[in-house]
């Protein structure tokens, strides 16, 4: 396990883990400051592209999103998101990392599932490729409506068996997605890899969130985003400004000219 790696994993049980998304350098320069990981989430599919799923973003663009991310990151943990056409078995997965890791030299990669993906994962992490698994709602696979996980009995037995089996083939962390609190609270303390929340309840060992949704650049109104700033409104009244100086020919001034 490199050192980054370890840093990242040996604050389980002692300070909370902080990881946001970034898709471009200026942001992920700014929250390079904050964070423990910077993830480059496919969630850029929605995001950035419109995209009604994730399935329809490509290693092209993620490779390209990460490169410019990777010019604003200096001390985090990055980690990238494969596609889901990306690592349907072994090889696949094993040449997708190498390409992805060599080509934007990211940390990690994140991929979706558990029990179902854990030879995929144990291939990888023998290969020396650190792994961040995803489990409970999984974008990449979810079929209609994206609804929380771990209410029946059977859920909950599956999401636990899925967490151990990712933790059992190396997996560096956890990312539980849209989980139930007492759900999270029991893989929290089950497993021995850090459990990241993503509306997955204050039990798990750290947060990530898409950073547009808590900065106020994207519309989205789900229960577990807590929105910490209003760009839009920032945005909107700057390039207003700008509009009225041209108009009312104050900019360019003097100042501005040469
Ligand atoms: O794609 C993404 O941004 C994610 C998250 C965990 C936020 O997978």
């Known amino acids: 396990?490199?050192?980054?790696?370890?840093?990242?994993?040996?604050?389980?049980?002692?300070?909370?883990?902080?990881?946001?998304?970034?898709?471009?350098?200026?942001?992920?320069e700014i929250i390079d400051n904050h964070v423990d990981a910077v993830l480059v989430g496919d969630s850029l599919g929605s995001v950035l592209y419109?995209?009604?799923?994730?399935?329809?973003?490509?290693?092209?663009?993620?490779?390209?999103?990460?490169k410019s991310v990777r010019m604003g990151v200096k001390k985090s943990l990055l980690i990238i998101d494969l596609p889901h056409n990306t690592y349907r078995?072994?090889?696949?997965?094993?040449?997708?990392?190498?390409?992805?890791?060599?080509?934007?030299?990211?940390?990690?990669?994140?991929i979706e599932g558990g029990s179902r993906i854990k030879e995929?994962?144990?291939?990888?992490?023998?290969?020396k490729i650190p792994v961040l698994g995803h489990i409970g709602i999984t974008p990449q696979t979810v079929k209609g409506k994206f609804k929380s996980k771990g209410k029946s009995e059977v859920e909950k037995k599956r999401l636990i068996q899925d967490a151990k089996a990712l933790e059992q083939n190396g997996a560096f962390a956890v990312v539980l997605?849209?989980?139930h609190s007492d759900v999270s609270k029991i893989i929290t303390n089950e497993i021995k890899i850090p459990t990241i929340g993503i509306g997955a309840s204050r039990f798990c060992d750290g947060q990530v969130?898409?950073?547009?949704?808590?900065?106020?650049?994207t519309d989205v109104?789900?229960?577990?985003?807590?929105?910490?700033?209003?760009?839009?409104?920032?945005i909107n009244s700057?390039?207003?400004?700008?509009?009225q100086d041209v108009k009312q020919k104050k900019y360019p001034t003097k100042k501005y000219s040469y």
């Open 1 to 28: 396990m490199n050192n980054k790696i370890k840093k990242f994993t040996n604050k389980k049980n002692k300070s909370k883990i902080v990881c946001l998304t970034a898709y471009s350098k200026n942001i992920a």
């Open 50 to 66: 419109n995209y009604n799923t994730t399935r329809k973003v490509s290693l092209k663009t993620m490779l390209e999103h990460t």
């Open 89 to 110: 078995n072994k090889s696949e997965a094993l040449r997708n990392s190498k390409k992805a890791i060599v080509e934007t030299k990211c940390d990690a990669v994140k």
């Open 120 to 127: 995929i994962v144990h291939h990888l992490v023998k290969n």
């Open 177 to 179: 997605e849209c989980i």
């Open 209 to 217: 969130l898409v950073t547009d949704d808590i900065l106020g650049l």
């Open 221 to 234: 109104k789900i229960k577990f985003i807590k929105k910490y700033a209003n760009l839009k409104k920032v």
């Open 238 to 243: 700057a390039v207003s400004k700008f509009k």
